[in-house]
């Protein structure tokens, strides 16, 4: 596959309004969500460290195909329940 490499290149540390720090990278297989990194994108933002990562937020643009809200949310839910 030709997709996006997930090396440190595309990760990105950041911090929330009271000094939380997390990390913003691109989702990967383990994370429950398949993306072609050519016409879809998706990231999540992570913290704790990598062994011990909870996602803590998804931003996905999905250029394939149209989806539906109520499948969207479902995805959504699917992931931060993880």
Do not use: C
Not at 13 to 20: K, L, M, Q, S
Not at 31 to 42: I, P, Q, S, W
Not at 56 to 62: E, K, R
């Amino acid at each position: 596959m030709s997709g996006i490499d997930h090396s440190s290149q595309w990760t990105r540390v950041a911090r929330t309004f009271d000094g939380i720090e997390y990390r913003i990278r691109p989702i990967r297989a383990g994370d429950l969500l398949h993306v072609d990194n050519r016409g879809d994108m998706a990231f999540v933002a992570v913290a704790g460290e990598q062994e011990n990562e909870h996602i803590i937020g998804v931003a996905l643009q999905i250029a394939s195909k149209p989806v539906k809200a109520d499948e969207l949310l479902t995805l959504l839910e699917t992931l931060l329940a993880a």
